[in-house]
């Protein structure tokens, strides 16, 4: 279910990156930074949740 719902993001992010012209106009030499940049925090993001989720299922709490 994570690793789904990741890759719908992973494509969102692509697509504003390919047709936001804010983003589009950017140089290659810049976007190409940022859009790994981006990638990046939301491969984290999702590992982070998909930790959570599991201790979660497995009855694990914190505190």
Known sequence: MV????LLVF???AQLFAKLP???ALPP???KPL???AQLVVLVLFVVEAFRLVRRS???RHG
């Open 11 to 13: 494509v969102l992010v």
């Open 35 to 37: 859009f790994a940049m």
């Open 22 to 24: 804010v983003l589009a």
């Open 58 to 60: 497995r009855g694990y």
């Open 29 to 31: 030499s810049v976007q």
């Open 3 to 6: 690793i789904s719902e990741y």
